[in-house]
C-alpha cells in the first residue's frame, strides 16, 4: 500500500513564502517523476511542476522564476518551495509520485494567498 503524505500548506500574505514536503512510503518501485499540481476553485487542476529522476525539471510558466521543485531520493520525498507568492496562487496543491508500481497522488494541501 502506497502512502503519500503532504505537509506544508497554509495562509500567507502576498509576497510571502510556504514550502511544501510530499513524503511517499510503502511498495512504491522505482520513481520515475515527481511533481506538484494545483486546483483552484472552478478551474481545472494544472501542473505546477515536476522533476524526473535525473533532476530535469518543468515550470508552469506563472510560477517560473518563483518556484523550485527539489526532491530527495533517499526518503522519496519531493518538495515546492514557493516565493513571492501571489493571490493567484490560492489553490488546493497535490503531490503526484509517478513509478514502477504506479502513479500515486496526495490528499492535496490548502494554499491561501491572502492579506
Known amino acids: 500500500h502506497v502512502q503519500l503524505v503532504e505537509s506544508g500548506g497554509g495562509l500567507v500574505q502576498p509576497g510571502g513564502s510556504l514550502r511544501l514536503s510530499c513524503a511517499a512510503s510503502?511498495?512504491?518501485?522505482?520513481?520515475?517523476?515527481m511533481g506538484w499540481y494545483r486546483q483552484a476553485p472552478g478551474k481545472q487542476r494544472e501542473l505546477v511542476a515536476v522533476?524526473?529522476?535525473?533532476?530535469?525539471?518543468n515550470y508552469a510558466g506563472s510560477v517560473k522564476g518563483r518556484f523550485t521543485i527539489s526532491r530527495d531520493n533517499s526518503k522519496n520525498t519531493v518538495y515546492l518551495q514557493m516565493n513571492s507568492l501571489k493571490p493567484e496562487d490560492t489553490a488546493v496543491y497535490y503531490c503526484?509520485?509517478?513509478?514502477?508500481?504506479?502513479?500515486?497522488w496526495g490528499q492535496g494541501t490548502q494554499v491561501t494567498v491572502s492579506l
Open positions: 522533476i524526473t529522476t535525473g533532476g530535469s525539471t
Open positions: 503526484r509520485i509517478a513509478g514502477t508500481s504506479g502513479d500515486y
Open positions: 510503502g511498495s512504491i518501485g522505482s520513481i520515475n517523476l
